[in-house]
Each structure stands twice: as structure tokens, then as C-alpha cells.
């Protein structure tokens, strides 16, 4: 009953996403298969033709919907593709070599003619805020509702003491990558009129949540036992079984996803960001539209990310950890 009722709002969605790491084609890949999420288009930052290409073939390959998704670039002469993306997904998609190219226009255009469509659309950004930039740059007549980015930091002055992790204890400024990657589109996102509520999934609770061992125990059951989901699902679990043998892996941008698909995941509250010094900041502000996570909910998180509901994630966790060793 509880993901019956989380299924029955489908909402529209934008994807503004990089290729530097294998976190962010697993987002692709999650908004691709989630049944409450339409992906009307993506735009990558920076977009060279090879990212164009790995992206586009990853559609191709996944994409369950009857309509076509756009992809948009930033910039063509600059970027690759990490190749741990190619070494894990890769194999899967065929000549996708051949799909690069420019793709089907710039991210600012994609993404200004696809919320003249759909103006509700959520959008969720993964990467430097380059395509955001151009969007509100140059479309002052667009609106955007809501936009979930994995990016800012909350810091000791937002956050309670024991959700503090111990590698930012004592800091109210860290930088943060997505932001600092191009501070012309963080600046213009948090300062901008034209997006009614901003919500920023921060550094401190995505440094939290990982694929790890239990998150594999999970995936096994809810997806590959029992031979459910899709293609994609295997893939994944093979990879970060090689994977965990060293370390686990940080999801930042598929936290980012699920916060959008369901923002019980984590708690919000309302600030103001600045920059000091290379690192960004918040300070508490009712009067502000621009939300920070500052705690998160796992099984919340488990649960949206894996399309089962919260009951079974719970049930899942107290087998596993009778399961595993001490």
C-alpha cells in the first residue's frame, strides 16, 4: 500500500548530469526504471560527443518509455567519459561509439523547451550547474518549480551536533564540487527568481550513504533472486561485487534522485549559503527558499532507490544482520 500510494503521482523530470563516475550513470539508469518518474530529457555537463554518445546508448539500451528522451550538451569541446563507466557499462550498449555527436542541442535549449511542455517538471542536477546557468541566463520567461541538487554544505552551523559526521566536525565552510565547478550556475541557481524552491541534498549527508555490503545483501533479494527487475539491476550487482572487494561507494547523485522521487528521505531546513575561502556555507533562514538536508532516513532511502517498500527493507536489515559476521 505504501508504494502503491508513492506510484500514484508520476511526475515529470529533468536530468542535468556529468560522466566522472559510475554514480552518475547509475542515476540515469535509476530515473530510467522508476515507475513514478517520467525523464522528458537530459543535459550533460560538459557534453562532448563521447559523453553524448555513452549517455545516449544507455537510453537506447533502457530506456522503458514509449517517448523519446533528448540530451542536451554544455559545452562539446570539453570532457570524456570516466572509465570505470565504460569498464561497468559499457559492454552493455553495444556501438554506442557511434551515437556520438553533438546530440539533439544545447542543455539550456532542451531543458527551456521541455519545461514550456511541462512546467511542473522536477528537475535533478548531479554535476556543475553550467546547463542551469544558460537556462536561466537566457530564458528569463521560464519557471522552475522545483530543483533538487546534489551539491552545498550545511555545516556545524545548520546541523545538530550528533548528525555531524566526524570528517566535517568544526566546519561551517567545505567546498563542494558540483558547486564549485561552476560557480557562475551555483550563484545564479541559489540567487535566482525563477525557481520557486530549491532543495539541496548537501556534502554532509551524502558522504552517508553508501553502496556497501548491506546495500548489496539488498539489491541480491529485492532484485536479482528472484530474477525481478531490469538488465540493469545485474549489471549493477556484478560490478560492485568486484567493487566491494576494495571499498564501497559513495552514492551521491543517486541519493540526490531519490530525495526527488521522495523527500521523506531526508530532513530539510531552510538557509542562506555563502562562500568563504574556496568552501560554501549555510545559515538558518525561515524567509529562504533554499532547503538543505541536514539528516536522512536509510530505510527511506533503501526503499525509494530499490521500489520496495519500507516494511521490507526492515525485514531485509534484521536478516542480514543475522547473516553476517561479527
Known sequence: Q????????V??????????????MMTLLLLLECPSIVLRG??????????????????????IADHYIPV?????NKGNVNIGNIRMFGSELGDW?????PGDGYGHQILANGLA??????????????????LLELHEDIIIEKIYCQGGFAGINVMDAEDVLPKFEGKEYCPTYNFNGHLKGAYKMLESGNINEKYLIS????????????????????????GDGLGTWPILYKAMEKYLRKKFKLLHDPLAACVAINP??????????????????????????????VKYDIEQFYSTFLNVSVEEIKNLRNLYRQESPM
Not at 511526475?11 to 552518475?24: I, K, S, V, Y
Not at 542536451?72 to 562539446?76: D, F, L, T
Not at 556534502?203 to 528472484?226: F, G, P, R, T
Not at 568563504?276 to 524567509?287: E, T
Open 2 to 9: 505504501e508504494k502503491d500510494q508513492q506510484m500514484e503521482q
Open 11 to 24: 511526475r515529470n523530470a529533468f536530468l542535468d548530469m556529468e560522466t566522472g563516475d559510475p554514480d552518475d
Open 42 to 63: 537530459v543535459t550533460v555537463y560538459p557534453g562532448c560527443p563521447q559523453q553524448i554518445g555513452f549517455v545516449k546508448g544507455i537510453i537506447r539500451k533502457y530506456n
Open 72 to 76: 542536451g550538451r554544455y559545452n562539446e
Open 97 to 101: 561509439e557511434s551515437l556520438n555527436g
Open 117 to 134: 511542455l511541462y512546467p511542473d517538471a522536477l528537475v535533478i542536477t548531479g554535476g556543475p550547474l553550467g546547463n542551469i546557468f544558460e
Open 203 to 226: 556534502k554532509d549527508i551524502c558522504h552517508s550513504v553508501s553502496w556497501d555490503n548491506e546495500l548489496q545483501y539488498l539489491v541480491y533479494h529485492c532484485k536479482i533472486k528472484h
Open 264 to 293: 521523506d528521505i531526508v530532513t530539510f531546513r531552510k538557509v542562506t549559503l555563502d562562500r568563504n575561502g574556496g568552501g560554501w556555507g549555510s545559515k538558518l533562514d525561515d524567509d529562504s527558499n533554499v532547503h538543505i538536508s
